[in-house]
């Protein structure tokens, strides 16, 4: 009896063993297929995207990957194309003590061959060092601060705060005939270093009378812990001293509670901001809206084209609904994408012997070494990184006029 | 050290100019600190607590104004008696949704703990797990960027105080201040509601000995500051308009301006309030304003070093 069990235990063991053999395999089957002669699937490739998707900022990132988005899609529709694309998303929320883990995830997965982003200058300084010890490419659309063109893994589709800040300060001074300025910065890298650049030509190239003062970021935007009363107090002063202008160096978040305040003490002068104000969050979050009217943003978008514009633009906002006239460097991530495809397809033949380090150090040396025709124009990089080129006629400037983000401008 | 004075040491003269401006915008401030800052120091007082989640309940008070005012007001522009009518809703909208939030903290996460003798530190942890909840709920259902609110009034400079403008909006806030605050101190001094809080905040044994009822006064406690932290939310919200962590800044400030007038002192929260608004305002003129905070805080630990119950130093027990 005994002998009975113990043969039939062992043959419901080797049956529950076939059984569960058999679902295995039925699950497997799908998903790797068969092999059979002839057949055989596209190595897929991802390209990352890191920018701020949440948070006060999250419309600049938004406005980026759907631009990417749109490039990679593109791409897939090709059928002749050696490999599948896929992009995988980080979410940075604009902040440099984000960024760092953000970077670190990015480089962890083990298909992922350049990075579009980050959007901010404060997360790309943050997270380079990550970056460069993997030497992964890194396409900045946006982010403008002049000390990132470090070279190596670094690429700026955009001309920096060396080139917009000098000319927000030109056209507050030989434009609007601005004699003296107040500089304010919101004391993050990029607010910062586009305050210096605009108060350093202001005063030592033309002489100008210029004040500064750093009003550190308030609990509107995010990671912001200062309050919101500076702004007041600031306005009082500012209100007495009467500047010509008020240039500000910050985002939209802070740019939005330092509009009322200098309108509620009455201040008449040209108040101006750059690109990180270039918010749609600006006209939301000005209390009231009608506080910001008049005032100036930059943008270094001008150039053959400042956004995504024909069927592209089309396409563009049927995949993300975000109108394509507003959406700041939309088209600086479109043509990013696109130099990484190029860079990659040019490489086909050696990326399945690559190791993941060697295909983003080769992607690295394309973008050096090649010039490439995109929507917003030619695209060719410096050893630092930036683009080649003066940058002059780059720069948009709008005035705000009512209640919505304004799309016209004038090149500088 | 040279920054620190950097930009605006150099016109201390006509510092003259900018004084009016700079009191009458350091009031303004100052007195929203101090409506959250009672918050603070009357569940203090009851409690021996320090609620974290207060910051909550004025933000909470901020958002509800704003829904209130967005729903009613939508594209018109009030003017004139419908403006009045509709700060009174918003004060009413902002405050009760405070009190509404401030009694349901204390329901969840409070008094459990007080019927079980729970250490104080699980006090803190729960006032800082329910903040943190609060917050991230609020993230979720109102999102993560700032909205501007629908004004209810049109703001402009009402009169002058020595050429310095007083906005509508500054007169709304003194005005509506100095009710709730008058009112607030009249009741915690002269009626019976106030000496059971002044019993239950000196010796609450002996005050449930006397017939208090513990649970609905420290309730009510919390009904009051609530209503009042709510109040100031809106009234913030109506300047800086509405954002899911708006209540972190102004909470932080108002809890200092309670220390710094004696926590547990209802007297001791306005002034503390009051000083600190104004200092802030001050401190523009003559440092960076990247120092504001490191002058208010200085100040702070002077002032404790001297006076460490803070300036009137009197608990809300021994109170007027």
Known sequence: ?412 | MSGFFHYFSSHASSFRGEFWGLLVGGLGSGIIYAMVAIGYTMVYGVLRLINFAHSEIFMVGGFAGFFVLKYTIGSSTPTGFSSVLLIILGILAGGTAGSLIAVLLERVAYRPLRKRGAPKIAYLISAIGASYFLLNLAAKEFGRIGQSMVQPYTDHPVFTIFGAPVQMYTLIIFIVAAIMLVGLDRLVSATKLGRGIRAVAQDSETASLMGVNIDKTIAVTFILGGFLGGVAGFLYAMNVGVLYSMGFTPALKAFTAAVLGGIGNLRGAVLGGVILGVVESFSVAFVDPAYIDVVAFAILILVLMFRPTGILGEQIGRAA
């Open chain 1, 1 to 412: 009896m005994k002998v009975r069990r113990t043969i039939l235990k062992i043959r419901l063991n080797k049956t529950v063993a076939a059984l569960a053999t058999g679902a295995l395999l039925l699950v497997a089957v799908p998903v790797t297929g068969f092999a059979s002669a002839g057949a055989a699937t596209k190595p897929v490739y991802v390209i990352g995207y890191e920018g701020p998707l949440t948070g006060s900022a999250n419309q600049y990132g938004l406005n980026e990957l759907g631009g990417l988005q749109l490039a990679v899609n593109q791409w897939n529709a090709i059928s002749s194309l050696p490999f599948t694309l896929d992009i995988k998303q980080f979410d940075d929320q604009g902040s440099g003590s984000l960024s760092p883990a953000q970077a670190a995830a990015a480089v962890a997965v083990p298909n992922l061959v350049a990075v579009v982003g980050p959007a901010f200058s404060g997360a790309t300084h943050a997270a380079q060092p990550a970056y460069l010890a993997a030497s992964m490419p890194i396409i900045t659309p946006s982010a403008t601060a002049v000390g990132l063109a470090t070279g190596g893994n670094f690429f700026r589709m955009v001309y920096g705060d060396d080139v917009q800040g000098t000319a927000d300060a030109n056209f507050l001074i030989n434009i609007k005939k601005s004699k003296s300025i107040t500089v304010i910065n919101d004391g993050t890298f990029y607010g910062a270093g586009v305050a210096q650049v605009v108060s350093d030509y202001a005063k030592k190239v033309k002489g100008e009378t210029v004040k500064l003062a750093t009003l550190p970021q308030t609990s509107s935007c995010s990671g912001g812990i200062a309050s919101v009363a500076q702004f007041a107090a600031t306005a009082t002063v500012i209100k007495h001293n009467n500047p010509a202008a008020v240039f500000y160096g910050g985002y939209a978040c802070d740019f939005a509670n330092l509009l009322p305040a200098l309108a509620k003490v009455g201040y008449k002068g040209v108040v101006m901001s750059a690109d990180g104000s270039y918010d749609a969050a600006l006209m939301t979050q000005t209390t009231p809206v009608s506080a910001a009217k008049g005032a100036y943003l930059s943008a270094a978008n001008c150039g053959s084209s400042s956004n995504l514009t024909g069927a592209d633009a089309a396409a563009y906002e049927a995949l993300t609904g975000i109108a394509p006239a507003s959406a700041l460097y939309d088209a600086q991530a479109y043509d990013a994408g696109n130099i990484v495809v190029k860079a990659l397809k040019s490489l086909a033949t050696s990326l399945a012997s690559n190791t993941i380090t060697q295909t983003r150090a080769a992607i690295v040396a394309y973008l050096h070494a090649n010039t490439f025709e995109g929507v917003t124009g030619k695209i060719a990089f410096q050893a630092n990184g930036n683009l080649v080129g003066s940058g002059k006629g780059n720069i948009a400037i709008y005035q705000i006029t009512g209640k919505d983000l304004p799309t016209k401008h004038a090149c500088y």
